[in-house]
């Protein structure tokens, strides 16, 4: 054989090619002690200057001891695609099966439906599936475990609906706990406490209603005619009603003292903007 014989019989390169992972073996060197021990103290000197790394779960190591075959290959392809499968193309059942496997129920009658062949294979599947979903029950008399399993989910599924249905109408029916209501809706509004002292202090509270002021207020506007050029408000009349003679002398306010310290602060300040 010449040189272009063997390289047409070499198969075409793969742009994508991911090699395994290096398995250590027990031939492999290992290092020396002087060595390990340099390392070990690098390690623990680095890691005191390093946030600590915490995992959840176990470590998974995809080690291969072997080199897998063209059969496992495909498998475990299949495997981590079993949701995008439609046809097996009449796969044995025994090289199909650890597929199979890792169906969910309603992937596996899928897959029959579009397989019939595997209708007669897959009973031990569908009996596994009842043993984990549906304990202690055993298929009736000339009943399959696919039947069984397709019955006891319809079954699980018509009385999760009416469990459903059933809390849907009391709670239709139930009477709300919390109920929005209006307040004041006949009489004024009630002020609260600090506002009604400051009301009753100053002389500034209003009787009756706000609603017959308003429209008082209203229509004493539209009718009256202001006069050109002057700006005294006679006209409107005044929300508030005369004070009496007892609350017409407002009191004082107090004059706020300044502590000592702010007053030392105020004037260090005065002095410095001068400058």
């Known amino acids: 054989m010449n040189d272009v014989d063997i390289l047409s019989n070499l198969p075409a390169i793969q742009t994508d090619y991911k090699p395994l992972r290096f398995f250590p073996t027990s031939d492999s060197p290992q290092p020396s002690k002087k060595r390990a021990f340099e390392m070990d103290s690098t390690t623990f000197m680095s890691t005191r200057h390093t946030r600590t790394q915490v995992f959840s779960g176990r470590k998974h190591f995809q080690y291969l001891t072997e080199v897998p075959s063209l059969i496992g290959c495909c498998v475990r392809v299949l495997q981590d695609n079993v949701s995008v499968l439609c046809d097996l193309m009449h796969a044995p059942y025994h090289i199909i099966k650890p597929v199979l496997i890792r169906c969910s129920p309603q992937r596996l009658q899928y897959l029959e439906d579009n397989n019939q062949y595997l209708l007669d294979e897959t009973d031990e599947l569908w009996q596994v599936l009842c043993q984990k979903q549906f304990k202690g029950i055993e298929p009736d008399e000339f009943e399959s475990w696919r039947e069984l399993h ?94 009496s003679p007892s609350t017409s002398a407002q009191p004082q306010k107090a004059v706020k003292k300044v502590a000592p310290l702010m007053q030392k602060t105020l004037k260090f300040m005065k002095n410095r903007f001068r400058r």
């Open 150 to 243: 397709c019955r006891l989910s319809i079954a699980r599924d018509n009385k999760l609906k009416n469990i459903t249905a059933t809390i849907s109408r009391s709670m239709a029916k139930a009477v709300p706990v919390r109920t929005t209501k209006l307040a004041f809706v006949d009489g004024a509004v009630k002020p609260p406490r600090s506002v009604a002292r400051q009301q009753a202090k100053y002389g500034t509270a209003v009787k009756g209603a706000p609603k017959e002021q308003s429209v008082k207020l209203l229509q004493s506007a539209r009718s009256a005619k202001p006069t050109s050029g002057s700006r005294s408000s006679s006209t409107i009349p005044s929300a508030e009603p005369s004070p």
